[in-house]
């Protein structure tokens, strides 16, 4: 009898001191479970749709209008539903709420560009009879993930007179895909002994795109010259509009529904579009909030947030300084600089998940497991917290406390061992203005891979705990 009473005692205090780790999966009924996979099929879709941050954005943008959003550029009505759009790559969505801009807003960051290659200016030439793409990678990948894989070609050309094409080949069946064949094991003694990082040089990440010469014998480059004729004949391009071009090679597969028991999400660019559709939906299903609530999509995170449509450019300055500007708020800087000091924003981005075939890189009392919920990252950075973005104990608080008034999942990780490894994301572009923010998101798989892993429930989750955050 004094051994149970014991035992309930503990457990009492268990339950008042110590965090518990939460599975998703144990606290949806069977209604919600079917909501996770039904969410996640149209989370699927959109990255089957979304394979470029300019299709991202256009994409959402046809979503938004679609449930009555506006273009705050050209918009002349009162409507409390507003978008904007910078150079095609960067986009804001707002819902006006209840109190004035400098009262603070509620924004969501997320990412729409992913790792990738890119082509490079003059990529075309021909060697040995054969036509090839050269590429420069774009953010952090393990180059040898990139070759004997099916690929996709798809970007945007502007021509030398203006005109713009939108080049999508590879994705459906029956289209052609290309790839970067990778040198037989036969004739790679040397090479497996050489390091990871050094195997496949950037400089070999060349596609084989054609072998078929042009008729005239006496034509120089004639598997060149037979590409760019049909280039010419189908999209209307030539050599020089390569030049300029944002043209990506992205991987051919969709992403589709794994595991046994088709728990996980499988696919190219959750990182960090896992964020942008869960931000995006959250966003959609706002009502009247009592502060405005923004999700914000930007571009060139992963090589360090530069650039007209990065988190360090004046994109969502001017977003914020139109919106005041629509709603009556004369758009000082300072009334800009009170709606920063007063506004609560989460960084939404993807984070390592403990993969336990290489637990010695995590340290597990202190990193994201899959299936326990959003992830709160309090610092970013590397070793020292070196270029980190910390996030106040104020403020981490009232956003713990947020989660768990609104039965939302969540957990707190690192990306990894203190002097492992690190990185970054836009949350200090945005601190630096003084707006509260802390990292947020999901745990995945294989991040910056071409065929992330996600769990379904945790994109559910992490889509509830924007909702919640942007109702706060
Ligand atoms: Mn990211
Ligand atoms: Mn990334």
Known sequence: ??????????????????????????????????????????????????????????????????????????????????????????????????????????????????????????????????????????????????????????????????????????????????????LLPHLSRKLMDQKASEFIPGENLNLVVGSIPYEDKEARDRVKLAILELLDRKYKIKEEDFIGAELQIVPAEPARDAGLDSSFIAGYGQDDRVCAYTSFTALMETKVPEHSAIAVFYDKEEIGSEGNTSAKSLALEMFLMDLMAKVGIEPTTRNLHLCYFNSKALSADVTAALDPTYSDVYEKRNCAKLGHGINLTKYTGHGGKFMASEANAEYASWVRKLFNDNAIVWQAGDLGKVDEGGGGTVAKYLANSGIEIIDCGPAVLGMHSPLEVSAKDDIWMCHKAFKVFFAS
């Open 1 to 182: 009898m004094a051994e149970k009473k014991e035992s309930k005692k503990t457990r009492q205090l268990e339950e008042r001191l110590v965090k518990e780790q939460a599975r998703c999966w144990d606290g949806f009924n069977s209604q919600e479970k079917k909501h996770v996979f039904s969410y996640a099929e149209n989370y699927r879709d959109f990255l089957n749709q979304a394979r470029t941050e300019r299709k991202a954005v256009q994409v959402l943008v046809e979503g938004a209008t679609g449930n009555g959003f506006r273009d705050l550029s050209t918009d002349l009505h009162k409507v409390p539903r507003l978008f904007q759009v910078s150079r095609g790559k960067f986009l804001a969505i707002a819902v006006l709420g209840k109190k004035p801009m400098t009262d603070g807003v509620r924004i969501i960051t997320s990412h729409v560009d992913s790792p990738r290659l890119d082509l490079k200016p003059n990529p075309l030439y021909e060697d040995s009879g054969l036509a090839f793409l050269k590429t420069h990678y774009y953010g952090g990948i393990k180059k040898y993930h990139w070759v004997a894989r099916s690929l996709a070609l798809c970007g945007t050309v502007i021509r030398s007179d203006g005109s713009s094409v939108y080049v999508e080949i590879g994705f459906l069946p029956g289209e052609p895909v290309l790839t970067i064949p990778d």
